[in-house]
């Protein structure tokens, strides 16, 4: 049995002894999801790098018709941007719990959540889309019992005509919690270990929970680009502002 399915069994027991002997259990994950987006998504975002823009009427308009900030008309971050909302309560502490208590259910519809928003906000590329997850080390995915976005890329790929594409490894390395932003942005933290090239005419969704300075988005969009890729359109649960 894969150690993913094993865990999650392992998690139901316990839940179950939970609620018996404590008369406690987990809070409805469609209503959390629907709290924490009503109360943290409906801030508007740059459609370059996600960044919040605290007053819509005077941020510019790109010339395809989306909302950017003054830094970004001038060199776009990215190709597009998509996100659920700022990183900020309750949203950020939904996003810490899927991966501290491997809540599945919750990964599954924040990634339904940002298919959603991807249908609304960008056209469909000729080859369609590819989900590509931003990957974390192996020692702590199974430490945690859950592989929080690739479980949030099988929610997208159920709403989206898409697929899911593992072409990225995660190299060891220290948590980047504990980095700054130059720290960041010099950690080598991505490899490449998919095909040699990218498919021709297909869309790239880049899949993470948290954009805190983009050091890690940029690194994966790089590898992604230097395999011809032609659009790469990150998609985050939440963004922290100003980092």
Request: glycine share 10%.
């Amino acid at each position: 049995m894969p150690i993913g399915a094993w865990w999650r069994g392992v998690q139901g027991e316990l839940a179950c002894l939970e609620k018996v002997l404590l008369g406690r259990t987990r809070p409805d994950a469609a209503m959390a999801v629907r709290e924490a987006l009503a109360l943290c998504g409906t801030d508007p975002w740059c459609r370059r790098c996600g960044r919040t823009l605290e007053d819509a009427s005077s941020a510019s308009t790109a010339p395809d018709g989306r909302l950017a900030c003054a830094s970004c008309l001038k060199q776009p971050l990215f190709d597009g941007f998509i996100r659920l909302g700022r990183y900020a309560s309750p949203l950020d502490r939904l996003v810490q719990r899927v991966k501290a208590r491997a809540w599945h259910d919750v990964a599954d519809l924040l990634g339904r959540e940002l298919a959603r928003t991807v249908a609304r906000e960008v056209p469909t590329p000729p080859g369609g889309w590819r989900v590509v997850p931003v990957p974390s080390p192996a020692l702590r995915r199974w430490g945690r019992g859950i592989d929080h976005t690739d479980a949030m890329a099988r929610g997208m790929c159920s709403v989206l005509p898409a697929a899911r594409l593992h072409c990225l490894r995660a190299r060891s390395s220290v948590r980047q919690a504990a980095l700054g932003r130059l720290e960041r942005l010099k950690l080598d933290r991505m490899a490449w270990r998919g095909p040699r090239a990218v498919p021709g005419g297909i869309g790239i969704l880049l899949l993470d929970d948290i954009r805190t300075t983009g050091a890690t988005l940029h690194k994966a969009r790089e590898l992604l680009v230097q395999r011809g890729a032609r659009l790469v359109v990150p998609a985050v649960v939440c963004v922290r502002d100003g980092s």
